[in-house]
């Protein structure tokens, strides 16, 4: 009598979508439409699946620059980590913008609580030494609740939010927003976010435990 072992492999792929804008994103549109708003594109090498802006319209102060985002439908950027600060920060200092770039993080609302503007949670921050310093302005106790991540170093900064009661914030910064663009596919076995038209790679393996493959398509 012959044995006949079988080898069944079983490979499952499992690919989930959202859609958080149009399935296609028409970036001509996109960029008419911040242009018109005051904005310029950030070239920001290795985020294919989001476009920078800023309005070099600087402002001193950060409510303004939030209402600038918000006149677009955005709010002023999160930075949820130390890649994407670095690589925005030397995105601006090769276009040329100085001083700093006002971000999504504030405590106006309850002073050494900051928040992002978006509700966002994350909990990366990129302080300077010494700061945040909520330095006040004699006479007035107002202090410094609006960030900014510095042109001099990418270190961020607490200021003054603007010219409110005594205290006026002497130096002027670019408002900062992302778009993020879509669809984004997260492939369930690698948990990896790509950009629509981005390869996506897979590895499966056999219930029997032979050699993993690699998928790419």
């Known amino acids: 009598m012959r044995n006949i072992i079988l080898l069944i492999t079983i490979i499952v792929f499992q690919v989930n979508t959202s859609n958080a804008q149009v399935s296609t994103c028409n970036i ?3 960029n008419t439409a911040m242009a018109s708003a005051g904005f310029q594109p950030l070239n920001v090498p290795g985020y294919p699946c989001a476009l920078y802006y800023y309005n070099p319209n600087t402002t001193n102060n950060w409510n303004t620059a939030q209402s600038q985002a918000a006149a677009v439908g955005a709010t002023l950027l999160t ?3 130390l890649a994407e600060n670095n690589a925005v920060w030397n995105a601006a200092v090769a276009a040329g913008v100085t001083g700093g770039l006002w971000i999504g993080y504030s405590d106006q609302t309850t002073e050494g ?3 992002w503007t978006d ?7 990129n302080w300077n030494a010494g700061e945040p310093s909520n330095s006040s302005c004699f006479p007035s ?4 609740d609006g960030a900014i991540i510095q042109m001099s170093n990418g270190l961020w900064n607490d200021v003054y939010l603007g010219p409110t009661g005594a205290c006026f ?3 002027a910064y670019a ?8 669809p984004q596919i997260t492939p369930a076995v690698s948990a990896q976010n790509v950009c629509q038209g981005d390869p996506v790679q897979l590895t499966a393996t056999s219930i029997f435990g032979s050699s993993p ?5």
Do not use: M
């Open 169 to 171: 914030n002497p130096a």
């Open 113 to 115: 609580a900051w928040t």
């Open 28 to 30: 001509a549109q996109i």
């Open 141 to 144: 106790t107002d202090g410094e």
């Open 119 to 125: 509700g966002s949670t994350c909990t990366f921050t």
């Open 79 to 81: 930075v949820c980590d």
């Open 213 to 217: 493959y690699t998928y790419t398509w």
């Open 175 to 182: 408002s900062l927003v992302k778009v993020n663009l879509c």
